[in-house]
């Protein structure tokens, strides 16, 4: 059963200029992009900077709107949602079964409210009952394994990798159907990370969370996805399982983006042969398949036609004019 | 055959003042750098790697203070000097920085301005450190300029910084720290803020300015994978202090103090199996206005040897290439 179906969602950003603010352009942030997420399974979103990873979030929790396609959302059994389309009025109740995990640990947590309040927060929006508010705080607290004296302390009082399970504790308050979390823990310390990594795969285990990975770093996808999306100018290029994109890319980029990830291994030295050139603009993407500017691969046929999305195998979803042809190296 | 030391800091140590105390950020720190190689400087945050990058550079301001030690520029040669001795602002100073020691930033920006040009920046920066006309200082600029990789120098020298992107950008960074020849580099995490493929790309470019010019590169991270692919040696920081020194060979196939094994369990990979967890370090580092007594690492350490580590201090990590651990199991220290 999916939680959430993504079909063909565009969100185009206009680019204004003039006396007049006369649309001259679009920044095709994201263009066309589908994928799914299934009960109790972790999807990466993966992809280098500006591929539009975090436009997608913010359509799915509708932090902007969209400018085409559909979102089709399950917040309880035998109900779907487009979230794409629902008016703001109707959005409001299901903001409970949608929630969110932020990056910066510091930004996140109002500074003046006790982090008993900040968790119990959204109980109390919802019309949790005082006391019971009470109990689901503690029974939080201890999921996110922190003391129950941090009820009555201010955020001020804890570090990063603390605040981080603060934030975690107040997004799964309610029992969310769906959490997306936009780069979790890129900006924890390696210790603090692993505790924070380790405490996410608990709670899979123990809530059989859904949950929306935005990441850039592909040691920390490969540890907590079941599937991996990799996005490239606002486009999915491959969606595969875990393992199996990590052992054999499908497409171009995925092959790039592996590569480009430095062994903790010195005798691995200099074995990596880094993709040359950056991501193209979204406001004039390249013709073709986007990645031909920087695919050692490109043919022809690549610099003229776009390549659609289409199942090389089943559950693998590659972009990639020469998918069938192409052996890339993965990582073992 | 070690390599002489470029850059030799002793026992220095770096404090800040403020109303709640003392922080002793840096607390008798010692490493050498050598000539042409690359030292890696790793650890988690707020241990003193940027800390001691500036102290070198003599930028740390109020209400921060170098409180003891040397840093011995050519320490070997017959003119060493101890810039320690020397006032921030004087001339001698001001030539050592960018003229002998380059410094790259993890936000480039930080290095450049918004309102000239990179060309007039980099122009600038040139002619700070040698005697050349303005049409020959343009002409180098362009040259840097493509050295460090930017496509078409000739046009990109009239681009304001914000006109590029992040990895541009960086370039130019890397452009700026050369602009005065340096034959020392400090690179204070210059792809923390990039992307892995862009990061992949100005690593490799560092790797081969450095090989070009014979380089010294003190390379900053508190990345694991950026070390085993850069670094000769290697020091692990922990608390204002290095608790190990090593060949970076050593250093991940026999790490000797508690934290750098720890620290290297930590790290996820790109090779681990589905749903994998991590090993942890309980904790997290404390604020170093509450240093722990005896070795700093006790309360985290999972092989502690009892009251000893809690009341002593481990001696500092021996000079010399083979390195060693600052820590009381055996075999850590020689
Ligand atoms: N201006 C300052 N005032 C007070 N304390 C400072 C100041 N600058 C640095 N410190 C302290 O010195 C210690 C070392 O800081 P430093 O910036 O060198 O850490 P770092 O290892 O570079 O960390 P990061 O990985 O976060 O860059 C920290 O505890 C920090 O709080
Ligand atoms: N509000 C906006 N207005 C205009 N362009 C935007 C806006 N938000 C994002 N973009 C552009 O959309 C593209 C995708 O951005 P983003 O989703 O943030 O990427 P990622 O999260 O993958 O780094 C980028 O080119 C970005 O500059
Ligand atoms: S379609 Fe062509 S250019 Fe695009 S990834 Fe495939 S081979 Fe490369
Ligand atoms: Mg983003
Ligand atoms: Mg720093």
Known sequence: MNVLEVSDLKKHFPIRAGLLQREVGRVRAVDGVSFHIAEGETLALVGESGCGKTTVSRCILRAQSVTSGAIRFRPEDGREVDLATLPKRELRPLRRHLQMIFQDPYASLNPRMMVGDIIAEPLKVNGVPAAERQARVLELLELVQLPASARTRFPHAFSGGQRQRIGIARALALHPRLVVADEPVSALDVSVQAQIINLLLDLQDRLSLSMLFVAHDLGVVRHISDRVAVMYVGRMVEVAPTDALYRSPRHPYTEALLAAVPAPDPARRGRRIPVTGEVADPARPPPGCAFHPRCPYAVERCRTEQPNLGEVEPGRWVSCHRAKELSLAGVA | ?334
């Open chain 2, 1 to 334: 055959m070690a390599e002489p030391s470029a850059l030799s800091i002793r026992d220095l140590a770096v404090q800040f003042r403020n109303e709640q105390g003392v922080i002793r950020a840096l607390d008798g720190v010692s490493f050498d750098l050598r000539a042409g190689q690359t030292l890696g400087i790793v650890g988690e945050s707020g241990c003193g790697k940027s800390v001691t990058a500036r102290s070198i550079l003599r930028l740390i301001d109020r209400p921060g203070r170098i409180t003891g030690g040397q840093i011995l520029l050519d320490p070997a040669g017959p003119q060493a000097i101890d810039l320690t001795a020397l006032d921030p602002d004087s001339r001698q100073m001001q030539q050592v920085r960018g003229g002998r020691i380059g410094l790259i930033f993890q936000e480039p920006m930080t290095a450049l301005s918004v309102h000239y040009t990179v060309g007039n920046q980099i122009i600038e920066a040139i002619r700070q450190h040698r005697d050349l006309s303005k049409a020959d200082a343009k002409a180098q600029a362009i040259a840097l300029l493509g050295e460090v990789g930017i496509p078409h120098p000739q046009r990109r020298i009239d681009a304001y910084p914000f006109e590029l992107s992040g990895g541009l950008r960086q370039r130019v960074g890397i452009a700026m720290a050369l602009a005065g020849n340096p034959d020392i580099v400090i690179a204070d995490e210059p792809t923390t803020a990039l992307d892995v493929t862009t990061q992949a790309q100005i690593l490799g470019l560092l790797q081969r300015l450095q090989r070009e010019k014979g380089i010294a590169l003190m390379l900053i991270t508190h990345d694991m994978g950026v070390i085993a692919e850069m670094a000769d040696e290697v020091a692990v920081m922990y608390l204002g202090r290095i608790v190990e020194t090593a060949p970076v060979e050593r250093l991940f196939a026999a790490p000797r103090h508690p934290y750098t094994r720890a620290l290297l369990r930590a790290v996820p990979s790109i090779l681990a199996t589905p749903r994998q967890r991590l090993s942890t370090i309980g904790g997290a580092v404390p604020h170093p206005g509450l240093r722990p007594t005896g070795c700093s690492f006790h309360p985290r350490c999972t092989e502690m040897l009892g009251e000893r580590c809690r009341r002593e201090i481990p001696a500092s990590v021996p000079l010399g290439v083979s390195g060693g651990a600052s820590c009381f199991l055996p075999g850590a220290s020689e």
